[in-house]
């Protein structure tokens, strides 16, 4: 499993890139795998408001349905309208182009490091 150092994580298996202000999320190559193909990705708005632990979004597969949990409360500032047109990136880049949301947040709040998260995903 494949896990950038760069990142933080959810105990939900989200991973956020944090730049200044801005929180960009996506799932995990753990939530990937385990989700299976994916087929169809529903994302939030923009400026709709983000609030950390709720879902924002929503990951159909070929195997079931997954939420997007937001990892931060916020506004969200940009979506990946690529995944509309290919929903396969969460798969086959997870961590690069199959990135879900942008959101500004006014504080971040602890996330998991790449080695927690890993042994989180362990158990």
């Known amino acids: 499993m494949a896990?950038?150092?760069?990142?933080a994580y959810t105990a939900e298996h989200e991973w956020v890139a944090v730049d200044g202000d801005v929180a960009r999320?996506?799932?995990t190559d753990y939530a990937a795998d385990k989700l299976?193909?994916?087929?169809?990705?529903?994302?939030?708005?923009?400026?709709?408001?983000?609030a950390a632990g709720r879902?924002?979004?929503e990951i159909e597969s070929?195997?079931?349905v997954g939420e997007l949990y937001a990892?931060?409360?916020g506004e969200v500032v940009e979506v990946n309208e690529e995944l509309v047109a290919d929903p396969s990136l969460?798969?086959?880049?997870?961590?690069?182009?199959g990135w879900m949301i942008a959101v500004r947040f006014t504080e971040l709040p602890?996330?998991?490091?790449?080695?927690?998260?890993?042994?989180?995903?362990?158990?």
Do not use: Q
């Open 62 to 64: 070929t195997k079931s």
């Open 71 to 73: 990892p931060v409360d």
């Open 90 to 97: 969460v798969n086959s880049d997870p961590y690069g182009a």
């Open 36 to 50: 299976g193909d994916v087929v169809f990705v529903e994302l939030p708005a923009i400026g709709s408001t983000a």
């Open 25 to 27: 999320i996506g799932i």
């Open 3 to 7: 896990l950038p150092e760069n990142l």
């Open 55 to 57: 879902v924002v979004g």
């Open 110 to 123: 602890t996330l998991l490091t790449a080695d927690e998260y890993a042994a989180l995903t362990a158990e």
